[in-house]
Structure formats: C-alpha cells, structure tokens
C-alpha cells in the first residue's frame, strides 16, 4: 500500500510518494496526482480502459504515465480512481495497465486545479530497503 | 542611471543545496555570476541587492550558472529583476545561442509556449464609466471562458482549421471576426511566427488546443481593466494611444494545453539526442538539442505553431473583450476607440539579429518569463513606433499596478533587446493560501478598488498580492539599469481570473 504527500514549492507544488513496490509506487503516484486535481467525480459509474506507455529510463516512465493520467483526466474527463493488472516492466521500461476510471460529459469543474505538467525537476526514484520512494514537481 | 566607473564589490551567496556562490558586484542594478567550472559564458542577474535576496531561498541563481553551460551560449546567462525558480531556465532568464554550434532547449521557453501580454487602449475616460465597472468586469467573466479546462469560447475547431491556426496564427482569428486586420501590425512577429508546421504538432496537443481558442486558462493568467493613472513619457504614450485617465484591458494568457503538451512531447525527443549529440548539462530540464539537428527543428516548428496557437487564442480573447464592451456600454466603436497597444510574448525561442563583439550575427534568444523590448529605429517594430521603440507590457499583481515601458538601445547592447516580464512570485501558493485563510480577499480588493471575478476563491487566495514582488521594486531596477524607460502605470481596477 503506497502513500503519498505534498510539499510546498515556490510556484508549484511537489509529491513525495512512497509504497512497497515499483508499480504500487506509479499507481500512488497517479492517485496523488488527481487527489491534487480534486475530487471524484459525483457519477457512480466506473469505466475501465487499457493504457500502455514507453519511455527510456524510469524518470521518463513515471512522467509519461502521469502526463498520460492528466491528459485523460484534462482531455477525456476521465478520473483515475484505481489500476488494476498494473504490469510495470523495468527492463523494457513499459507500463500496461487496466484503468478504473470515472468519466464524465459535462464542462470541468472549477473546482478542479489545474496542472499544466509533470516536470523533471528534482524528480527522483529510489529504492530504501523493501519499499520504493519518488518524488516529482508538477508545474501548476 | 547607473554611475559610470563604479566599484565592484563581492557577494557570498547561499544557495540552497549547493555551494556558496559569488556574485561580482558590477554597479548597483547588475551582478555577474562569474564563469568556472565547466560553464561557458558568466551569468548576469539584473536586480538590486533587496531583490536579489529574495532568491535566497530558492535556487535560480544556481538555475542562471546551469544556463551558462548550454553549448553555443554567447556573451551572457541573463536574468531579469522578476527573477525566480524555474524549470531548467529560471524564470526570468534569457540566454542567446549561435545556431552554428548552439542548442534549443525548451526548458528555456516554458510550458506555456507564448504565453504573454495584450494592452488594449480604449478613450472610454474611467470617471465618466466608474459606476458601471462591476458590471463590465461581470459581462466580461461571462464572456471569455475562463478557469481550469476552460473550453468553448468558439467551437471546437476542425481538422483544417486546427492547421490553420497553428501556421497562421493571429491571421486565423482576424479571418473569423476577431479583431481587425491592423491589429497584426502591433503584434510581436506580426502574430504568426515563421516556419510552425502543425504536422510537427502531436495529435494529443491538437487535441487539447481544440477546444480551447479563446479562453483565459487559470493560475496568473488574468484579464484585466485599468486605469491609465500616470504617464512619464507624455509622446511616447501617446503613439501608444495612452492617455491619462482613459480605461485600458490587459489579457494574460498563452497556448493552454496545447504548449504544455507540445513542451512535454519535447523533452522527451531531447533527452535521447542528447545521448545521440553527447551534450553534457547539470539539469535535465534544460534537455536541448543542436539547433541545426533534426530535433531541433522539429521542436522549432512545433514551438512556433504552438506560439500562433497563443496569439491567436488572445486575438480571440481581444475580439470577444471587444464586442462585451460595445454591448455593455450600449456605445459605437468609434466612441470605444478601441485598439490594441501591442501583444508581447515572454515565453519563446526566436531568432533574431545581435550585435556580438561588434558584429551583427543571427542568434536563438530563448527567453522564459522576459520581453523583447527593442529600442526606437528597430525594422522589428510597428511603424507607428518607429520613433520610439517597443511597448515592454509588465503586469503587476492583481491589486497594485502594471507598467508600460519601452525598449532602449541600451537593452540591444546588453540583454538582447530584453526586459523583465511581472512581478515574480516570493510566496509560494501554499504560503499564499495560509496567508489567505479567513480573509475575504474578495472584499479586501474591493476596498483598493478592484472588482475581482474568479471562478474560484482558490485561485484569488493563491494570486493574492502579497504573494508577489513588489512590481514597483521590479521596474524601477531595469529601469535605472538603462534596459528600459518608464511610459506609463497602470491601475486595476477589474480583474477576470480563472
């Protein structure tokens, strides 16, 4: 079970995420990110869909999979609310996963933030002992 | 102005997470960052030593010395009084590379690709309409979208059209109705930057821009009414069209998720040619390739059409703020005399000519958070201003003043023809909001006279006033640096916000 918490940058804001694995690490992540975002949508029906994305190191890998999360979320007003059958492969620096995802068709609402991206500053992933730590700036 | 012959002094800095830095006195509003390691140029920070220790706390004086190792820099790492912690670049920074042998970062034109300033003048005089204020700040929030994902100022844009509008830019809004066709002359790069090639555009940047032409986006992105309350250069203001006491609007904004997208699209394709060019940097948000590279022109032309997408979103913006007031005021164009100013960019890569050890060479200026402020007898500006130079818009926070300047020759010998861009912040949001808790920021600006509209109470708190510098602090040391000339202050007194 992965966790995660904010900190303060200057114009921005930061997320330190920490869970027992790699892909329980990119799932907080993603769960972190749109708990900044705000809220679930009111609307019960959960949707699910499979995303796959590729990069060339592990600092890509997480900035894609959340710059794929907000894309979502901005674009196709889908909110990540789990992953499931999360395949994270190290060695070909791939993610597939299930999404769970609640969707909606109205305008967003205002009383979502906005964050323009997922950025590379001071952006790091480490393994402690058993358990996996990242943080990463995103640019609001 | 800065005394001629003055001594240099030396300055121990502390940055965070580094090593002491020192900065080299060079007169009152210009301290040098000299060059070591393996940085290839000094940095320079234009700022006076109250402004400089509010970077202190943060590291974009180590973001300005990170700057000054990019290949193919020349003369200087800049930065501008508004200077504060980045992406790669500061904010705030400007650097100028030789296309030869230089690179193209787009950490060192932001996110917001084109984000900018429009100033548009009316001769509507502020005492005669003072009363109807509130309800010109209502009619304009209902007007032009604004806030997160705000969407559906016109409709959603066909495939032709999403072409047309990243490789003609501001033309592509004047073509739907927006504005008029002279409002391209008082545009920077006339609207339209050269060489965009929406093909370089990924479909998820098209994507995001499609619905989102003509809106205000959120965060600082603001529209604002003022009052042109002082003038310091009554000729030059007046071929701004700025005439004490007469309202004016300002529109903030830039490419919305479009630039976001296309800025993260790149820095992907830049970090493996770096590996593939071998270029060696202390950040990895400064990820850049050659110039002259396939990747670098492929960022080129995808930071242009995601600029014309920017200009043409605030052609838009102008057009709708346009037709509210003629609605709203129940008056003729003719008695609005509405026109615009200028429209600036602060976040962009442009090439341009400089002078360098005396001779004229093509450079690639990026700058992030700064403005192009090009002096009188420029063939870059309108005609109009030929005798003056280029109008500098600089917003200050929503409840204290912006400027116009205008550009000197000066600017051209030692920034690349560039001046500071805002206020910058010295809180962050957090900070702001807690700063913010249990006051009703509402009502307090209404006390200083600015009817603020927002979306959200959130972003209000967040853009407080007191979250940013002082932006009369700002002006006053790029000014007394001889960059640019103050021509007039502005005043809210309205504020949109998303």
């Known amino acids: 079970m992965g966790d995660f918490r904010f900190f303060d940058h200057i114009a921005d804001v930061g997320m330190e995420i920490t869970a027992d694995s790699a892909a329980d690490l990119f799932i907080t992540a993603g769960k972190g990110l749109m708990e900044w975002i705000g809220s679930p949508p009111s609307t019960r029906a959960v949707h699910k869909s499979t995303v796959n994305v590729a990069a060339d190191d592990m600092d890509s890998l997480l900035v894609a999979w959340l710059q794929e999360l907000l894309y979502r979320f901005y674009h196709l007003h889908s909110y990540l609310m789990d992953a499931s059958a999360f395949d994270l492969d190290m060695d070909h620096l791939t993610v597939k996963a299930v999404l769970q995802e609640k969707i909606w068709e109205e305008s967003l609402s205002h009383n979502y933030r906005e964050v323009k991206a997922v950025t590379y500053h001071q952006l790091k992933i480490e393994r402690y002992g058993p358990r996996w730590r990242a943080s990463v700036i995103l640019d609001i | 102005m800065v005394p001629a012959g003055a001594p240099r002094s030396f300055w121990i800095f502390d940055v965070p997470g580094g090593c002491p830095m020192e900065l080299?006195?060079?007169?009152?509003?210009?301290?040098?960052?000299?060059?070591?390691?393996?940085?290839?140029?000094?940095?320079?920070?234009?700022?006076?030593?109250?402004?400089?220790?509010?970077?202190?706390?943060?590291?974009?004086?180590?973001?300005?010395?990170?700057?000054?190792?990019?290949?193919?820099?020349?003369?200087?790492?800049?930065?501008?009084?508004?200077?504060?912690?980045?992406?790669g670049f500061p904010i705030g920074g400007v650097a100028a590379m030789r296309p030869s042998d230089g690179v193209i970062s787009p950490g060192g034109v932001s996110y917001d690709i084109n984000c900018g300033v429009r100033l548009l003048a009316t001769q509507i005089?502020?005492?005669?309409?003072?009363?109807?204020?509130?309800?010109?700040?209502?009619?304009?929030?209902?007007?032009?979208?604004?806030?997160?994902?705000?969407?559906?100022?016109?409709?959603?844009?066909?495939?032709?059209?999403?072409?047309?509008?990243?490789?003609?830019?501001?033309?592509?809004?004047?073509?739907?109705?927006?504005?008029?066709?002279?409002?391209?002359?008082?545009?920077?790069?006339?609207?339209?930057?050269?060489?965009?090639?929406?093909?370089?555009?990924?479909?998820?940047?098209?994507?995001?821009?499609?619905?989102?032409?003509?809106?205000?986006?959120?965060?600082?992105?603001?529209?604002?009414?003022?009052?042109?309350?002082?003038?310091?250069?009554?000729?030059?203001?007046?071929?701004?069209?700025?005439?004490?006491?007469?309202?004016?609007?300002?529109?903030?904004?830039?490419?919305?998720?479009?630039?976001?997208?296309?800025?993260?699209?790149?820095?992907?394709?830049?970090?493996?040619?770096?590996?593939?060019?071998?270029?060696?940097?202390?950040?990895?948000q400064l990820a850049c390739a050659p110039i002259e590279s396939p990747e670098g022109r492929r960022y080129l032309a995808a930071m242009a059409a995601a600029a014309n997408f920017a200009w043409a979103n605030r052609q838009v913006m102008m057009g709708l703020v346009q037709r509210t007031l003629l609605e709203a005021l129940n008056i003729s164009p003719r008695e609005l005399g509405f026109r615009l100013v200028y429209d600036v960019c602060h976040n962009i890569a442009k090439f341009e000519r400089h002078l360098v050890d005396g001779k004229a060479e093509t450079l690639c200026v990026h700058r992030k958070g700064a403005t192009r402020a090009f002096p009188p007898g420029s063939?870059?500006?309108?005609?109009?201003?030929?005798?003056?130079?280029?109008?500098?818009?600089?917003?200050?926070?929503?409840?204290?003043?912006?400027?116009?300047?205008?550009?000197?020759?000066?600017?051209?010998?030692?920034?690349?023809?560039?001046?500071?861009?805002?206020?910058?912040?010295?809180?962050?949001?957090?900070?702001?909001?807690?700063?913010?808790?249990?006051?009703?920021?509402?009502?307090?600006?209404?006390q200083r006279g600015v009817k603020v509209m927002a979306t959200g109470r959130r972003t209000v708190a967040e853009e407080m006033p007191e979250a940013y510098k002082n932006i009369h602090s700002v002006v006053d040391a790029i000014v007394m640096a001889g960059i640019s000339r103050k021509v007039a202050r502005l005043r809210p007194v309205g504020v949109v916000k998303g």
């Open chain 2, 379 to 446: 063939d870059q500006i309108p005609a109009a201003y030929q005798n003056w130079g280029q109008p500098v818009l600089i917003p200050g926070d929503m409840g204290t003043a912006s400027y116009v300047l205008v550009g000197t020759a000066q600017a051209m010998e030692e920034t690349f023809g560039t001046s500071c861009h805002g206020a910058g912040r010295v809180q962050s949001r957090t900070q702001a909001l807690k700063m913010g808790a249990g006051r009703d920021l509402f009502e307090e600006m209404s």
């Open chain 2, 24 to 87: 080299t006195k060079i007169h009152q509003y210009l301290w040098e960052i000299p060059r070591t390691g393996n940085m290839l140029v000094p940095g320079r920070v234009y700022a006076t030593p109250e402004l400089l220790a509010d970077s202190k706390s943060d590291e974009s004086l180590a973001q300005v010395r990170n700057v000054a190792h990019l290949p193919g820099i020349v003369k200087y790492s800049l930065a501008m009084p508004d200077i504060h912690w980045g992406y």
């Open chain 2, 125 to 284: 005089v502020y005492d005669e309409i003072k009363a109807h204020i509130p309800r010109i700040v209502t009619r304009l929030f209902q007007s032009i979208p604004a806030g997160v994902g705000s969407s559906g100022a016109i409709p959603r844009l066909s495939r032709a059209d999403q072409k047309r509008i990243l490789e003609k830019g501001a033309r592509w809004a004047i073509e739907q109705g927006y504005g008029s066709p002279e409002d391209i002359e008082y545009t920077e790069e006339g609207g339209c930057l050269e060489g965009a090639e929406a093909e370089e555009v990924s479909e998820k940047a098209k994507e995001r821009g499609s619905t989102q032409a003509g809106t205000l986006g959120s965060g600082n992105h603001f529209l604002e009414v003022d009052v042109v309350e002082e003038v310091y250069l009554p000729d030059v203001a007046a071929a701004y069209g700025l005439e004490s006491g007469t309202l004016a609007f300002s529109i903030h904004s830039g490419s919305r998720g479009l630039g976001y997208q296309v800025c993260d699209d790149f820095l992907s394709v830049m970090g493996k040619a770096m590996r593939r060019y071998g270029i060696q940097i202390p950040d990895r």
